[in-house]
């Protein structure tokens, strides 16, 4: 069976929705799986790796028995994409506390900025098997 890396999302956030969009229309070799930090199945994979529930703040990637959170996680992501994505990958020798900074000033403002949903993303029949739950 293959195992998939696992992105838990804000299912109600632009700027996260856009994000996932993009993923899916690139993700060639079919490594992602997603879930809602809100959704049953998000909240489910929190409470295993021991992160609270409540705290929709911050993507998180799971990687096997691994999981990786705000800037360290969109790091992660983007090594599986090539061109300029990969590049991303070199913010790894910038400390995390000051990757994470910046991280958090978009995150506390991507509803201003990008816009909220009223409910969280409903996927598309032919997209249900991309989506934990």
């Known amino acids: 069976m293959k195992e998939y890396k696992v992105i ?13 969009n993009y993923i899916i229309d690139h993700d060639k070799h079919d490594k ?6 809100q959704s049953e199945a998000g909240q489910k994979l929190l409470k295993k790796f021991g992160l609270d529930p409540d705290d929709l703040f911050s993507i998180i990637l799971i990687d ?11 790091i992660h992501i983007s090594k599986e994409f090539g061109g300029v994505w990969k ?5 790894k020798i910038v400390p995390p506390p ?15 900025w990008f816009g909220k949903k009223d ?7 032919e997209l249900k098997e991309k989506f934990l739950g």
């Open 8 to 20: 838990l999302f804000d299912g109600v956030c632009n700027l996260c929705n856009s994000s996932v």
């Open 32 to 37: 992602f799986r997603f879930a809602s930090l």
């Open 64 to 74: 096997g028995n691994k999981y990786y959170s705000e800037s360290s996680a969109i």
């Open 87 to 91: 590049t991303l990958s070199i913010f």
């Open 98 to 112: 000051l990757r994470n900074f910046f991280y958090r000033i978009i995150a506390k403002n991507r509803y201003k």
């Open 119 to 125: 409910s969280c993303r409903v996927p598309t029949h």
